[in-house]
């Protein structure tokens, strides 16, 4: 059984950058065909898919975040992260890490953020 762990800081000032990690356990994040993804929920919205990196280490973004969003991984310690740079009000949301292949079969709780001065 794969799990996912968000893990970072709680509040972030307007302007700073936003770093998130996701610790897996069950499971390389190298193995095959597998897609690591971070997702977040605004309040009263919907989910959106901020992008992902594949097993292979190749990174896709949703462009509507206008480049603001970088993802990386950790192979030693089995760990993918989350940079969302200038952040704003409306970056305040849950945060979720998930994984699997064409489709998201695994979810972590999911982290709150808020952004506020």
């Known amino acids: 059984q794969v799990q996912l762990q968000e893990s970072g800081p709680g509040l972030v000032k307007p302007s700073q950058a936003l770093a998130l990690t996701c610790t897996v356990s069950?499971?390389?994040?190298?193995?095959?065909?597998?897609?690591w993804r971070w997702i977040r929920q605004p309040p009263g919205k919907g989910l959106e898919w901020m992008g992902a990196?594949?097993?292979?280490?190749?990174?896709y973004y949703n462009p509507s975040l206008k480049g603001r969003t970088s993802i990386s991984w950790d192979t030693s310690k089995n760990q993918f992260s989350l940079q969302l740079s200038s952040v704003t009000p409306e970056d305040t949301g849950v945060y979720y890490c998930?994984?699997?292949?064409?489709?998201?079969?695994?979810w972590g709780r999911g982290t709150l953020v808020a952004v506020s001065s």
């Open positions: 998930a994984s699997g292949g064409d489709d998201v079969d695994y």
């Open positions: 069950g499971c390389s994040i190298t193995i095959s065909h597998y897609v």
């Open positions: 990196i594949g097993y292979d280490g190749n990174t």
